[in-house]
């Protein structure tokens, strides 16, 4: 038997891949990913996008693509991102804020993220 939170943190992960699979091959962010030069890393993803799959479009992003512009951790590891996208620069941050378990857990629980990762 799998624990819940073990099954919510899969289903978070495959919708958070189903979303990145779908995002990532829009004509806009697909485009800007090109003019990045990175056309070559996203082939896969955009193949199997093209086809249909997108849970696999997602699987088949290069970590570095995901890793770059997409915050993901504990709250702690998210505040340092977020700090480390200040310190180059950047004045605005859109958060996706993906269903993980500690967040459907609690009805203040995605308050309570949001307000820390506001104050770092």
Do not use: K
């Not at 030069?37 to 996008?49: D, I, K, M, V, W």
């Not at 970590?63 to 950047?90: K, M, N, S, Y």
């Amino acid at each position: 038997m799998v624990p819940a939170a073990r099954l919510l943190s899969a289903m978070a992960a495959l919708e958070t891949g189903r979303f990145l699979g779908w995002i990532t091959n829009q004509p806009p962010y697909c485009a800007f990913h090109a003019w990045l030069g990175r056309g070559e890393a996203l082939a896969q993803s955009r193949r199997r996008f093209d086809t249909g799959d997108v849970e696999g479009a997602g699987q088949a992003l290069p970590d570095e693509i995901v890793d770059g512009p997409w915050l993901h951790g504990t709250p702690d590891d998210c505040r340092q991102q977020i700090a480390a996208f200040r310190q180059t620069g950047v004045t605005s941050i859109l958060l996706y804020v993906a269903p993980t378990p500690e967040l459907v857990t609690g009805a203040d629980a995605l308050t309570d993220v949001l307000a820390y990762l506001a104050s770092s």
